[in-house]
């Protein structure tokens, strides 16, 4: 096979040679005063044979210097036909290789594109990316959520979003500085005006197209400080709970079988004796299981609820009225913990000094800016300092002589398993009022 360089050559030398015989045919026919038409002549087939010889070479550089030109544009759909030339179509398979390859690598980079963008625009984070004269380029949908209710704010400068701002939120912002700041709660799902959310505040800075950028994180820790909080006492409570135990069973094992030997003694101080500490064991025993409970709450099994019955049943151990129609809204959650959670919250009501008739049930369908439900528990009864709200759903804290400290955070801990919030607030009337905000749509 001949290279193409041989091939170009004798390509010159086949035109030079036709060219000198055209050129010599001219001179012999018309004589010696034709010898400049002769030149001509020959140098015009000289360079027609040679255009036609290399025609395919020329096409074939032309079509890969378009190619490299849309490549230079990042266009890399165009493919290159082959000449039937070995060393061209070597060359012209290379190019469809490199095509392919950078429209495989861009369609990747586009998909790993449209995935970030997606994680970003559906991250509970707060990112917003603003230029040096403080004009927002980016914005997820939390920041767009949290600064303008949704609605698209790039282009904007962001003095003019702020300028409504929570004062802390706004100083936050203001500031160079990063960490943690508080302030009234933001979100839509907020039960009350008086919520304080934590939050936590990052910058980062970038250069990108010769122009600075600034990066600004908002991370809401209120709900993961509270897990943690919740998942502290949940060890310390098995910890406790287990080494109880340890001690409750022998201790419940010398009584039997001290009874047993001292049965023929018949003697009433002894009897009093092993029956304080079977009581005291017993009361123990069960004041371990209710910890052990709030420990190891299961995951909620949920479906939906039938109002009417859950009413009714509830209305059986304590007696409430209902102030408002019942939930219409379908709503899937574990029938068999909410009962729990509103049994506590109507015992609390009922044993707040309240008469039995003030106590009150209220249901509210949420529709803006998150669907959910809404539930109230009323009473009238004499009310929580606010030291004590403020204390109210921890664990361990009781205001009650004989109370575990447990009911309130187990119904804390039941409703945040299914993704709402639980709040308590004094009434202006006089009483509480404890409300319970389940979202509708739950993962």
């Known amino acids: 096979m001949l290279s193409l360089r041989t091939k170009v050559v004798l390509s010159n030398m086949l035109s030079c040679l036709l060219a000198a015989m055209a050129g010599a045919l001219v001179w012999l026919t018309l004589g010696d005063n034709s010898l400049w038409l002769a030149v001509l002549l020959m140098l015009a087939v000289c360079y027609f044979c040679s255009m036609w010889l290399t025609k395919r070479l020329s096409d074939s550089l032309q079509a890969l210097e378009i190619g490299l030109l849309n490549f230079k544009d990042n266009d890399f759909s165009v493919s290159l036909h082959p000449y039937g030339e070995p060393q061209l179509d070597a060359l012209v398979s290379l190019y469809n290789q490199a095509s392919a390859k950078l429209r495989s690598e861009r369609q990747f980079i586009y998909q790993r594109e449209l995935m970030l963008d997606k994680v970003i625009q559906n991250s509970p984070n707060v990112m917003l990316l603003v230029d040096d004269s403080q004009r927002v380029i980016y914005a997820n949908g939390a920041a767009r959520h949290l600064f303008n209710h949704g609605v698209k704010v790039e282009g904007m400068l962001l003095p003019e979003l702020i300028a409504i701002l929570p004062e ?35 910058r980062g800075r970038f250069t990108q197209n010769n122009q600075q950028h600034h990066l600004i994180l908002l991370k809401q820790l209120t709900k993961e400080l509270n897990r943690q909080e919740v998942a502290v006492w949940k060890k310390v409570i098995r910890i406790i709970s287990h080494e109880l135990n340890n001690s409750v069973a022998p201790i419940a094992s010398m009584v039997n079988s001290g009874r047993f030997l001292t049965q023929h003694l018949d003697n009433t101080k002894l009897q009093l004796i092993f029956d304080t500490i079977e009581n005291r064991t017993s009361h123990l025993s069960q004041f371990i299981s209710h910890y052990a409970q709030f420990a190891k709450l299961p995951l909620p099994q949920k479906q939906l609820i039938d109002w009417s019955k859950m009413t009714q049943q509830l209305a059986q151990q304590y007696p409430f009225q209902v102030l408002s129609s019942l939930p219409q809204m379908p709503i899937k959650l574990d029938a068999v913990q909410l009962e729990q959670v509103l049994i506590n919250l109507l015992k609390n009501a009922h044993e707040s000094g309240a008469d039995a008739d003030s106590v009150a049930l209220i249901f509210e369908d949420i529709t803006h800016p998150v669907a959910g439900l809404l539930i109230k528990v009323n009473d009238q009864g004499s009310g929580m300092s606010s030291e004590v709200l403020s204390q109210a759903l921890l664990p361990f804290y009781s205001t009650k002589q004989s109370g575990t400290g447990i009911g309130l955070p187990l119904c804390r801990e039941i409703i945040e398993a299914h993704g709402g919030r639980i709040s308590l607030q004094s009434r202006p009337e006089g009483g509480l009022s404890v409300k319970v905000w389940l979202p509708a749509q739950q993962s």
């Open 168 to 202: 802390a939120l706004k100083t936050a912002l203001n500031s160079e500085q990063e960490g943690l700041f508080s302030m009234g709660s933001s979100s839509g799902d907020s039960i009350d005006e008086n919520d304080v959310e934590t939050w936590h505040i990052s």
